[in-house]
């Protein structure tokens, strides 16, 4: 909090100082028409001062500049240079021309260089800061989704609340075991750090980098390629710019009836009393049984009478669980964001400073969240030729998790809730549900001078207090210094810290402490887990990194035929990563904050209802990380006649990852580029092209993977039946390890006729991910056996993987007079193969089934499958083949059959994915809708087994009402029929074949933006500059899908896929 | 002012150069995870009781062995073919899966010449040097007792004849991963046991800290049962004497309370016959639900004899075993004093010293039997000491996985030789004496890796 102060204060001060401009000159920017142009940027050559034309097309100058020649330009519009002598030269006019023919020069941004896209080789794809702030969320990464050709999300490992974030996949996949994510580089510096506390409004634009030579600068880190954030920045001499920016989301609350593994009330009770009947519930205190089963049991025992039994039943019969859940644990998740930023500079000076508040609710009532962000960057330039910029960035995230979600209100661990679980009593009151103990050993407890032992879900929120938080801050400072006009050296340096942890309160009411106390109370009635607050405390993780970096840049044209770009530089990188010890605090008293953690962890105590355990103790378990890595590179770019580029780049990485003769050797990487930008030759005459550039790159860059070791490797422990440090073996060493290496060719064409309405890009790339590290097998004898709980893995370079496809975007201006339509389209294809890997032959059918290991050509994302037949005519079960005869001898079938006869059903992420966004404006109102497209791909669904919904609840499936019921069926159905006697095969061979493959191919309306905005050229009297409303619905559906199964196929093991939200927005710039 | 800059430029890419090279690179990256070169490192992996001293190389023994049976349909829901199989000793055992009792072993065996490596590369002061003989000792006793494990299982039993023939182990003697494996013969294979419990025992101490560590005790009494299984029975009693000299002490079975689920405590400490722990875990085959102990063996205990309640219980019509020094489900495989006990007194027996056997006999008897209905044995009452011996041995040593080492040994002598058979969903099995079955196939990764020999199952 105190930091927040200061930091504040700090930002006033500067932003203040920054405020006085002095006496100035003003001139005027025209178009052909006379019309006056605002946003033109007008550049001073001499002083570098960079500033923008108003709304009403005017411009000052500062006296003090002159003499100097001001180049003046504006998007579709011929640049024009004027020189100006002294303040006599004012009133000044300027009068730019329309130009069709040239494209605007474009920047991109490696992270090391910036370069125009004209003179690029590589591929790089750039979401400029319109189209990212189309989107209103509260995170960078969601932003980038369906706008990037060739950037996937891949969301099969999302949990069953569809929490945690997609992995990103830039075209494809380069590894088998190392990190597979993107590296993300933002202002310059790689970041570690969490994406998600990055402010999005202080993002100006984001560039993807996609080739060997776009990447190949970034090394061993540039393999699964680049994410590059640059953020924004004030302009010297730029008049100062406030810009507020407020805006509110809401959201639907979750579909509970998206997931299909469910029953209603009524056959599940008609289950239940089977089984009841059959004997078949323990009635153990340790069992938790279902409410209607105790209801049973009840009338079985006499407890009531048949009258009040039938009443009981009848108000099961009428309750839904999910109805209950969404009236009382769900509400609308709402997303508030408020940003400020400033920005402006004088002829020395130039600052950019922003805060942020946002705070949210999550669909589950309690739950929720907030994030401050403060920035601020200064760059002064104390003299000609020297720039220092120094900047500083705090973030604190806060989110607190005290709800009950529908997944809570299981008997135990994962179970699913009964359908007819009620969350009221008829009074009104919370109502207890059976979960952890069986009911009435629950009810019991009191009489037994226990403390009361019901669990009342909607009593919890209140009794609970989590809360988890981060807070990171980068600190970073540059110099620049140009000499010679040739040469600029930069030195830059940057900190990082960010802490992260959480705790929790439980009140001595919640669940969790009065469970606690009575399984731990005694037969004797003593409480060796006193009846008070715990207080646990999860462990802080810090993570620290440090880079310096120096670079030397070197541009020079000579004549006008050739110019000539390079730099080289060095960089050192340290990464720590601490983790503290958790701490638990027992009897802990939050309004004096006593309590105590002096207990006997040793003895283990008799608990009940049975069994014996120690008191849960905080764990003592501390770690600490230190990556390190020193990098040399250099780059070099050589324009002739601005229509032939050559690009080449080289980096050699070293680091404390891979043991000493790795650290020696380091590998270099390099990339070669060449463009050639047809349109510009003599002979290219035709009139309907005005832009065409043919690339053509090739290149290494490496892959990290920080779990291997050249040497041998011992990870401590302790032991706890003896209480010694006891060590196993991690790694038996391979002196040889090194970088994986991914390499790229790319060859791509960018055109655009002459009109600008017309603009494209088309790519193909080929990736040949080789040295990938993997396990490889080794006979028993030596020690090295994959399957053993604490194994030595033998990593080793060798393993390969091959990518290829390609990435096109497209830009149609439709309608250009009056309503402007625009189209753009993006898509995207991709396909990968195992090409060198050991697969071990005797992994087991089931790995196959839950997480496929790399298999020698085939696909990374390939999903296996047992064959089906179909449904037997007269039985309604599942049909195998044994011994060459169709049957139903399923024990044979599953005993027999060898992982190798799996069937490839396909694979599990797009080969194909699209995107088509429609962007129609009219003066200043502008609605824009992304539709996405995905295909080529199959996920696999959940359904019933036959009769195993009598063997628990985690079966259910609504293809209960869907199944095989008399002879026929089997020719539109392949669901089973039921079976008296449930058999695990006969499960197994329907569960996970073909059957329940489904193709994943669907088009999703993703969201719709509509904007206005109300400028002072148009309404003079506005007090402002410019006011934006606007507007952002999101999820708004999928369109079409060619599942028959109303699954979401980018949501398949989901409770609820992500509910429509709607944001309403506000920004002013002052 | 651009002097500076040059200066400034220059001395960071320096910097980079030099302070920043080896030693910036050298850090390591996980503080838990240490390069094992100190002998506290190495004495770490020894103390990792988990790997070292559980799931001994004796499932299969156990499994083929007369001591129990199971019914049909519990054998038939066994999972593991493994299990399934070799308790009818079939001729395709492992059907393609992997067998623990080979992989645990070698992986322990690698753990120690990781540590003889290591340990060899250390030079040191003469006060340390001790405490690196403590740890080198461990190492060398863990790979001998594996070694031996091994041999029970996977090589035909000693013969003296054809032993230099006979294919043994691989011996893997190096940390080197890349070696190949190959047999050694069985003789060599022996000898190796020997030579590593020999030199343990030089450099041991006699009390360890733990009994989870290998004492001077544990590598003397893994001699003697070396020697004995080899057939030099006045080894085998020098040895078994020079393991007794340490210590006599046994637990008087008159007071242990026979009640609980399990007769004996947990505690080790509190057992003063341990000498070295090490278990094997409790497979499915024979968990309390499925085993049911071999009505012959049960005969073998008279009236008097507490063994019968504190090592057995019933489970509805099964007895099952409760008796277990672990004081849990998990069967003691290691190394305590009433086997040294029994050692000495067959090989006392054998060469014909047969007061002395019953000496020993008595002294053990003394503990096992109820105080009142003790009567000491007199040897000139007994026309068979050395059966006598041997029957005890079985009555004593139950699922310590010492009796399918006397199976096999026993059998080339005909009064002992006993053909084991099972009857199994109406089909009968037997294992003859001295069947090639008695040795285990090597399993199929292995082959398949190192193309080494396999066994022959006819």
New interface residues.
């Given amino acids: 909090m105190k930091y927040q102060y200061i930091l504040t204060a700090v930002c006033c001060i500067v932003a203040v100082q920054n405020l006085s401009i002095a006496q100035t000159l003003t001139g005027k920017v025209l178009d052909e028409n006379g019309k006056r142009v605002a946003g033109a940027t007008l550049s001073l050559s001499s002083s570098g001062a960079t500033f923008m034309s108003d709304s009403t097309g005017n411009f000052r100058v500062d006296p003090r500049w002159l003499p100097d020649s001001v180049a003046i330009s504006y998007l579709g519009y011929r640049t024009v240079k004027v020189y100006i002598r002294s303040a006599n030269d004012f009133p000044l006019s300027v009068t730019l021309t329309k130009t069709l023919d040239e494209l605007p020069e474009v920047l991109v941004s490696t992270g090391y260089y910036e370069v125009p896209l004209e003179r690029s080789t590589g591929s790089f794809a750039q979401v400029d800061n319109k189209l990212f702030n189309r989107s209103a969320s509260r995170d960078i990464v969601s932003r980038l989704e369906g706008v990037v050709p060739g950037l996937q999300f891949d969301r099969r490992d999302l949990d069953e609340r569809g929490e945690g974030s997609p992995q990103l996949r830039v075209r494809g996949v380069a590894t088998i075991e190392s990190e597979a994510a993107p590296l993300i580089v933002l202002d310059d510096f790689p970041y570690e750090g969490d994406i998600n506390s990055i402010n999005p409004n202080d993002v100006e634009s984001i560039t993807v980098l996609k080739d060997a030579a776009a990447a190949s600068i970034w090394g061993a880190r540039a393999g699964n390629g680049v994410i590059v954030i640059k953020t924004k920045r004030g302009g010297y001499g730029q008049k100062m710019r406030i810009s507020l920016n407020n805006n509110v989301t809401i959201g639907d609350k979750p579909d509970l009836y998206y997931g299909k593994d469910r029953l209603p009330a009524e056959i599940v009770m008609a289950i239940e009393k089977e089984l009841f009947g059959r004997g078949n519930y323990d009635e153990d205190p340790r069992t938790v049984l279902p409410e209607y089963v105790e209801l049973l049991i009840r009338q079985r025992d006499g407890q009531i009478d048949d009258v009040e039994f039938a009443e009981w039943e009848t108000r099961l019969r009428n309750t839904d669980v999910r109805k209950e859940a969404l009236t009382h644990l769900y509400q609308s998740p709402i997303t508030r964001q408020s940003a400020l930023n400033i920005s402006g500079g004088s002829a020395v000076n130039k600052f950019y400073l922003s805060v942020a508040q946002d705070s949210y609710q999550q669909n589950v009532k309690q739950d929720g969240g907030n994030r401050l962000n403060l920035n601020l960057q200064n760059t002064f330039r104390p003299i000609e030729n020297l720039e220092l910029t120094g900047g500083i960035w705090y973030s604190k995230q806060k989110s607190y998790r005290n709800g009950i979600s529908f997944s809570d209100l299981g008997p135990i661990g994962s179970e699913p809730p009964s359908p007819y679980l009620g969350l009221l009593n008829a009074d009104g009151s919370a109502a207890a549900i059976p979960h952890g103990l069986r009911y009435p050993y629950q009810l019991e407890a009191e009489n037994d001078g226990l403390v009361d032992w019901m669990y009342r879900p909607l009593d919890e929120p209140a009794l609970t207090d989590n809360v988890s938080f981060s807070r990171e801050m980068r600190v970073n400072g540059k110099a620049s210094y140009r000499f010679l006009d040739l040469f600029n050296i930069n030195l830059a340096y940057q900190y990082r810290q960010s802490v992260g942890g959480g705790e929790t309160r439980y009140d001595p009411e919640s669940y969790f402490v009065r469970d606690m106390v009575n399984r731990f109370t005694q037969m004797d009635g003593e409480r060796v887990i006193p009846y008070g607050g715990i207080l646990s405390i999860s462990p802080a993780r810090t993570n620290t990194s440090q880079l310096g970096r120096a670079q030397l840049n070197y541009a020079q044209t000579f004549g006008k035929e050739h110019q000539v770009f390079a730099l080289i530089g060095g960089e050192v990188r340290e990464q720590v990563q601490t983790a503290q010890p958790s701490i638990r605090i027992y009897n802990f008293d939050s309004s004096n904050l006593t309590g105590t953690n002096m207990y006997d962890y040793k003895t283990t105590f008799p608990t009940r209802p049975a069994g014996s355990a120690r008191i849960p103790s905080p764990s003592a378990s501390l770690s600490s990380y230190t990556d390190r890595f020193l990098s040399y590179y250099g780059n070099a770019a050589y324009t002739y006649r601005n229509r032939y580029t050559f690009t080449g780049s080289l980096r050699w990485d070293a680091s404390n990852l891979f043991g000493v003769k790795a650290n020696q050797k380091g590998v270099p990487l390099w990339s070669a580029g060449l463009s050639w930008n047809m349109a510009q030759e003599p002979f290219f005459k035709t009139d309907a092209i005005s832009y065409l550039k043919l690339r053509l790159t090739y290149g290494s860059a490496g892959n990290v993977n920080n779990q291997v070791s050249s040497m041998p490797v011992v990870s401590y422990t302790v032991e706890s039946r003896t209480q010694l440090p006891r060590g196993y073996v991690v790694s038996a060493g391979n002196p040889s390890l090194q970088w994986e290496q991914v390499n790229t060719f790319n060859i791509g064409v960018d055109f655009a006729d002459r009109s600008q309405r017309f603009r494209g890009t088309v790519e193909y790339y080929d990736k040949q991910a080789r040295d990938l590290i993997g396990e490889d097998y080794m006979a028993p004898s030596t020690g090295i056996i994959p399957r053993l709980t604490q194994r030595i893995r033998n990593r080793i370079n060798y393993a390969s993987v091959y990518s290829k496809g390609a990435d096109a975007q497209f830009s149609i201006g439709v309608l250009t007079k009056g309503v402007r339509w625009n189209i753009d389209l993006i898509g995207g294809w991709t396909k990968n193969a195992v090409t060198d890997f050991n697969t071990q032959e005797t992994a087991s059918i089931t790995a196959y089934l839950l997480s496929p290991p790399p298999v020698l050509g085939h696909s990374r994302d390939a999903i296996y499958a047992y064959p089906w037949i179909g449904l037997d005519h007269s039985t309604g079960m599942p049909l195998v083949e044994t011994g060459g005869q169709i049957g139903m001898d399923y024990d044979t079938f599953v005993k027999e059959f060898r992982a190798e006869d799996l069937l490839v059903a396909g694979v599990t992420m797009p080969r194909f994915h699209g995107a088509f966004r429609n962007t129609f404006s009219w003066r200043d109102i502008e609605v824009s809708a992304n539709v996405q497209w995905k295909a080529g791909y199959v996920f696999r669904r959940g359904s019933i087994s036959p009769g195993q919904e009598y063997l628990g609840p985690q079966n259910y499936h609504m293809d209960y009402f869907r199944r095989w019921e008399k002879p026929g069926d089997e020719a539109h159905t392949d669901i089973p029929a039921y079976a008296s006697e449930p058999n695990s095969n006969q499960s197994t061979v329907y569960k996970w074949s073909t059957a329940l493959v489904e193709k994943g191919d669907h088009i999703r309306l993703q969201d719709v933006s509509i904007g206005y905005s109300l400028r002072r050229g148009v309404f003079p009297k506005l007090p402002v500059e410019q006011v934006r409303l606007y507007a952002y619905c999101n999820n708004l559906g999928i369109l079409w899908r060619s599942n028959k199964e109303g699954i979401d196929p980018d949501y398949v093991n989901v409770t609820s896929p992500p509910a429509r939200s709607y944001a309403f927005g506000l920004q002013i710039n002052f | 002012?651009?002097a500076i800059?040059?200066l400034?430029?220059i001395l960071?890419?320096g910097l980079?150069?030099s302070s920043?090279?080896?030693e910036?690179?050298?850090?390591?990256?996980?503080?838990?995870?240490?390069?094992?070169s100190t002998i506290?490192?190495f004495q770490?992996?020894m103390?990792?009781?988990?790997?070292m001293n559980v799931n001994s190389c004796h499932e299969l023994g156990v499994i083929g062995a007369d001591e129990y049976s199971v019914s049909d349909d519990r054998w038939s829901l066994l999972r593991d073919p493994y299990q399934k199989n070799a308790y009818i000793w079939a001729d395709e055992v492992y059907e393609?899966?992997?067998l623990g009792d080979?992989?645990?072993a070698?992986?322990r065996?690698?753990?120690a010449?990781?540590a003889l490596e290591g340990l060899r590369k250390i030079s040191l002061s003469a006060s340390e040097n001790n405490v690196r003989n403590n740890v080198m000792g461990q190492a060398l006793f863990f790979r001998a007792i594996n070694f031996y494990q091994l041999a029970q299982q996977f090589c035909k039993p000693f013969d003296q004849a054809t032993a230099a023939d006979d294919p043994g182990i691989?011996l893997?003697l190096e940390?080197d991963?890349t070696?190949?494996?190959t047999r050694a013969s069985v003789l060599h294979t022996y000898q190796r046991i020997i030579e590593d419990a020999l030199e343990a025992a030089a450099i041991l101490p006699e009390r360890p800290?733990?009994k989870?560590r290998p004492s001077k005790l544990a590598a003397f009494a893994l001699l003697a049962k070396t020697y004995l299984l080899m057939g030099d029975y006045a080894n085998a009693r020098s040895y078994a004497d020079a393991c007794l000299a340490y210590g006599s002490e046994l637990i008087d079975f008159n007071d242990v309370d026979a009640s609980p689920t399990y007769s004996f405590s947990g505690e080790f400490e509190l057992n003063p016959e341990l000498i070295f722990i090490c278990s094997m875990r409790n497979i499915s085959i024979t968990t309390t639900s499925r085993i049911n102990m071999a009505d012959d063996l049960l005969a073998l205990y008279d009236e008097h004899d507490l063994r019968r309640n504190v090592y057995f219980g019933l489970s509805s019509d099964r007895t099952i075993f409760k008796g277990s020094y672990m004081g849990n489900s998990v069967f003691f495989t290691g190394l305590a004093r009433d086997e040294v006990y029994l050692i000495r007194a067959e090989a006392n027996a054998r060469m014909g010293d047969e007061e002395k056997a019953i000496a020993d006999l008595n002294f053990l008897l003394r503990h096992r039997m109820g105080r009142e209905g003790y009567r000491p044995l007199v040897a000139t009452e007994i026309d068979d000491v050395l059966a006598l011996v041997i029957e005890e041995r079985r009555k004593e040593l139950v699922l310590r996985g010492v009796r399918w080492e006397d199976l096999r040994r026993l059998n080339k002598e005909p009064q002992f030789a006993k053909t084991l058979t099972r009857e199994v969903e109406e089909s009968q099995y037997s294992l003859a004496p001295n069947s090639p079955k008695y040795t285990w196939p090597i399993?199929d990764?292995?082959i398949?890796?190192?193309k080494i020999e396999q066994n022959p199952r006819k």
Avoid: H
């Fill in positions: 002012m651009k800059t040059y400034a430029g960071l890419l980079l150069q920043c090279g080896r910036f690179l050298d850090e390591k990256r996980d503080k838990k995870q240490v390069t094992p506290s490192d770490a992996m103390d990792y009781l988990s790997i393609d899966r992997d080979w992989n645990e070698y992986f065996i690698l753990y010449n990781m691989p893997r940390q991963i070696l190949r494996s800290l733990v989870y399993p990764s292995e398949d890796l190192s």
